[in-house]
């Protein structure tokens, strides 16, 4: 006989795993018989359309004036040099949404992501191959750098540019990947609940963690415009028992499935700390004064935090602090 009731079971676990290099999995449960799809599809797309990124929109060459053009003394044309180009990942630092970098080489050199990256802009794809000049040649040229989201074609960007400038599509997403798979699992005795399983992968303008919470963030404002008739506030929704709970879960998870180095770990583990959310705790200070920790373990470990979602000095509510204090003091009883 099916049970009554009068509202679905509340999801209340997450977990998090580091796969690779800017690729993450992200795990929540349970939910009820098709409530996950009706939440991953959603956050699949906006993790794809709706993530912040930057790219390449024009580019002037000097001694080009379109993108059939050749440049003497460099081996690609300037059609190559444009698709090499657009392969290259960049990332404005600071807080401009927009720059204009100026660049000049000259040969014999074969040019690389590493090349552009300077007090403006980080390529986050430094072993990206661009171009390659002869000895007696050089190269000028310029680029207009964007933020932006999705994927605008050049078309669509002429008219905004500068004269001179060759318009490139813009393709602004960092996420290269963003997939689910929905398990089924055991809640009491109840075999038809369900799990989803995200698998994100961002090309290091972003880590994964990162653009997950962002595009929950979006996904919340989205839905804010319902705010008139529901009468509710969607920021205090968010902050409810349910999803401090599934904070405090994450924080408690084990220093030994962070990947840290075994110098790192091992610090650590000496100093007596067992899980995340200790560290998250921890001032910058707190975590220089740990013994025997060296400054390459304190920066990878600053590192690890920053790709986690949890820079040092975050500062957790009062409610989820005082949870996940007291959880940890239990489990170390």
């Not at 392969?87 to 000049?104: A, T």
């Not at 989205?222 to 009468?231: E, G, P, T, Y």
Request: charge should be negative.
């Amino acid at each position: 006989m099916k049970r009554i009731k009068t509202s679905p079971f509340m999801p209340s676990e997450v977990e998090i795993e580091q796969t690779g290099e800017n690729r993450m999995r992200i795990t929540a449960y349970p939910f009820e018989t098709g409530y996950a799809v009706s939440l991953a599809h959603p956050i699949r797309r906006l993790l794809l359309g709706s993530t912040i990124g930057y790219a390449p929109i024009g580019v002037k060459i000097e001694g080009a004036s379109h993108e059939f053009d050749s440049v003497r003394g460099m081996l690609e044309d300037v059609a190559i040099f444009i698709i090499n180009l657009k392969n290259l990942r960049f990332k404005i630092k600071g807080d401009e949404k927009k720059v204009e970098v100026n660049y000049s080489f000259t040969g014999p050199i074969e040019i690389t992501g590493a090349d552009l990256s300077n007090e403006q802009v980080e390529v986050v794809t430094p072993d990206g191959f661009l171009a390659t000049l002869n000895e007696d040649a050089e190269l000028n040229f310029s680029l207009l750098i964007h933020q932006g989201i999705g994927y605008v074609p050049s078309e669509d960007l002429r008219d905004e540019l500068p004269e001179g400038f060759i318009a490139l599509d813009a393709f602004f997403t960092p996420v290269r990947a963003a997939n689910y798979t929905i398990e089924n699992m055991l809640v009491e005795d109840n075999p038809n609940y369900e799990k989803i399983v995200f698998d994100i992968e961002t090309d290091g303008q972003i880590d994964p963690v990162t653009a997950f919470k962002n595009t929950i963030e979006v996904m919340y404002r989205q839905m804010s415009v319902f705010n008139n008739i529901l009468d509710i506030n969607v920021s205090e929704e968010v902050t409810a028992p349910a999803a401090e709970n599934s904070l405090v879960k994450t924080l408690m998870q084990g220093l030994d499935t962070l990947g840290l180095s075994a110098r790192s770990f091992n610090s650590l583990e000496r100093a007596g700390l067992k899980y995340l959310g200790e560290l998250v705790l921890m001032s910058e200070s707190e975590l220089k004064d740990i013994k025997n920790l060296g400054k390459k373990s304190l920066e990878e470990i600053k590192a690890k935090l920053e790709e986690l979602g949890f820079p040092v000095g975050t500062e957790l509510d009062q409610e989820t602090a005082k949870q996940l204090k007291k959880k940890i003091e239990s489990s170390k009883k």
